[in-house]
């Protein structure tokens, strides 16, 4: 399961009312998303690639004479989770195991998926038995991702990089909920520092909407901004939060991040997203045979 995106720019409007709960946004937000997704070329490719993870998780599991079928559903695009979940059961599936894209437990990011898939099989007349991956952000495996990702990324860098890892803010209200999700991200980002004998390395937040409220910081480009002042002129990106590339991989860390960069004479680079690749197919493979889905 992954958070969706509009096919096209004529398809922003619905995804981003649907994102509101059915409001739709002002002029002024339309736009400024509109342009967003103008300059990554017009789409994401985030419907892309999450349909060539389930093809690519299909096919290992039948490697390994699994029956298990492998499907991929969208919350706030189509193809919905909710049709998704209607499609497997008319097709015979009686067993879900269901897994958000997103290694890192919040009420309102998995658990939001939860409730998504709650709903729809409450629509069922014949209901499934579901199984929850709540989160997957400590496994060795996962870590072992990231890893090598960064030293692949700081081979191009050189010595003397700021390590910063990112993830998605939310509202901070979560923290008074007693949602694990900062935890949650600052332990995987210790793991793969620890791993790599990493010192020094920073954790910032990305990609706050504008609801009026206060979110979780500081937020990337005051981060850099910060460890600039400090001294700081060469970046490294982990963004550890995200699996995909998306929006706020190619607008917020590519274009945003890397343009603070060159206005400050300085070097950033990031790390490549998990994506289909090979290793990280082979993580989710992991996750679905600890579940008893093969």
């Known amino acids: 399961m992954a958070y969706g995106t509009p096919a096209s720019l004529d398809d922003v409007e619905a995804y981003y009312t649907h994102i509101r709960g059915g409001r739709k946004p002002s002029a002024e937000q339309l736009s400024d998303l509109v ?13 892309k690639i999450t349909h060539r993870q389930a093809a690519k998780l299909q096919s290992v599991l039948a490697a390994k004479g699994s029956n298990v079928k492998v499907y991929a559903g969208m919350k706030h695009s189509p193809p919905f989770i909710s049709a998704i979940i209607k499609t497997a059961i008319s097709e015979g ?28 099989s409450a ?3 014949e209901k499934p038995k579901i199984k929850f991956i709540r989160s997957w952000h400590d496994r060795p495996d996962f870590v072992s991702l990231w ?12 010595d003397g990089a700021s390590l910063v890892f990112s993830a998605h803010s939310l509202p901070e209200r979560i923290l008074q909920l007693g949602d694990p999700y900062k935890q949650q991200l600052l332990e995987s980002s210790k793991l793969v520092a620890d791993r790599l004998r990493w010192k020094g390395w920073t954790f910032t937040f990305q990609s706050a909407s504008q609801s009026g409220e206060k979110w979780l910081g500081p937020d990337v480009l005051e981060h850099l901004q910060s460890l600039y002042d400090k001294g700081s002129r060469t970046f490294l990106m982990a963004p550890i939060g995200f699996v995909s590339d998306h929006l706020e991989i190619l607008y917020d860390i590519d274009v945003e991040c890397v343009e603070w960069a060159k ?4 070097r950033l680079a990031r790390c490549e997203s998990l994506n289909d690749s090979d290793d990280f197919i082979s993580c989710l493979a992991s996750l679905a045979a600890e579940s008893g889905f093969v």
């Open 93 to 120: 599936v009686t067993d879900l195991l269901c897994i958000a894209l997103a290694p890192h437990y919040s009420s309102m990011s998995v658990g939001g998926y939860i409730r998504v898939v709650e709903e729809a």
């Open 263 to 266: 206005q400050h004479d300085s």
């Open 123 to 125: 629509q069922l007349a």
């Open 35 to 47: 342009n967003r997704y103008t300059v990554i070329g017009g789409n994401s490719p985030l419907l």
């Open 147 to 158: 890893v090598d990702r960064v030293n692949r990324a700081n081979g191009r860098l050189g």
